[in-house]
């Protein structure tokens, strides 16, 4: 019922920029929060950054500084700029939505990841 369409990663030097995307459809009434987060081989999936309806926002220690996250409501999309990238932001960044349907239920919806490689 919500679809998340991710585009964006690829390969990168370090020091470089990527700017993700992750557009939203679906069954959906409203949407109170995007993020995105991303897991590394052999490690936990963990928070990158996350915005709220409202426009608040919370980032990972690793990424302020170098990442932002914003939201366009009118498209149901959420970016996230990347830039000075590490060697170690290699991981497959997912987008999160946490939305209410339209049928009034509550629905977390994950995409399909893209990968972001960090490497010379």
């Known amino acids: 019922q919500v679809q998340l369409v991710e585009s964006g990663g690829g390969l990168v030097q370090p020091g470089g920029s990527l700017r993700l995307s992750c557009a939203v459809s679906?069954?959906?009434?409203?949407?109170?929060?995007m993020g995105w987060y991303r897991q590394a081989p052999g490690k936990q999936r963990e928070l990158v950054a996350a915005?709220?309806?409202?426009?608040?926002?919370n980032s990972a220690d690793s990424a302020k500084g170098r990442f932002t996250i914003s939201r366009d409501n009118a498209k149901n999309t959420v970016y996230l700029q990347m830039n000075s990238l590490k060697p170690e932001d290699t991981a497959v960044y997912y987008c999160?939505?946490?939305?209410?349907?339209?049928?009034?239920?509550?629905?977390?919806?994950w995409g399909q990841g893209t990968q972001v490689t960090v490497s010379s």
């Open positions: 679906g069954s959906i009434l409203s949407i109170y929060a």
């Open positions: 999160n939505v946490k939305s209410t349907l339209t049928d009034y239920r509550r629905a977390d919806s």
């Open positions: 915005i709220t309806s409202g426009g608040n926002t």
